[in-house]
């Protein structure tokens, strides 16, 4: 397993931007795909976004067109940008990983799943007022 540190959560208006990161122990980043989950008080975790150590993405309809997800290999580190927050974005935010072996490939629906994923980080709040 690789170790998941998230970091960039904070409060902001809605409409307002904030870009979380999520930095991987490790020497073999680029074999792991990524995903961000949230977690609202009440409710289940649900997926926000995903990218494939191949490269494909995937997002959830709520933030599709608002979030970004990208990686960069070299730093061991994966981002969510957030653009045009809204309220309900309000949540705490996971990092999750998974480790690729022998260059299998997936389809991306595979990784809209928590059980896809082996690792976890601790999470980071974000808060969008009104």
């Known amino acids: 397993q690789v170790q998941l540190v998230e970091s960039g959560g904070g409060l902001v208006q809605a409409g307002g931007s904030l870009r979380l990161s999520c930095a991987a122990s490790?020497?073999?980043?680029?074999?792991?795909?990524m995903g961000w989950f949230r977690q609202a008080p009440g409710k289940e975790r649900e997926f926000v976004a995903t990218?494939?150590?191949?490269?494909?993405?995937g997002y959830a309809d709520s933030v599709k067109g608002r979030f970004t997800i990208s990686r960069e290999n070299a730093k061991n580190t994966a981002h969510l940008q957030m653009n045009s927050l809204k309220p309900e974005d309000t949540a705490v935010y996971y990092c999750a990983a998974r480790k690729e072996s022998g260059g299998v490939t997936r389809s991306i629906n595979y990784y809209y799943s928590n059980f896809a994923y082996d690792s976890w980080g601790q999470g980071t709040q974000v808060t969008v007022s009104s």
């Open positions: 490790g020497r073999t980043f680029s074999s792991y795909s």
């Open positions: 990218l494939s150590w191949s490269g494909t993405s």
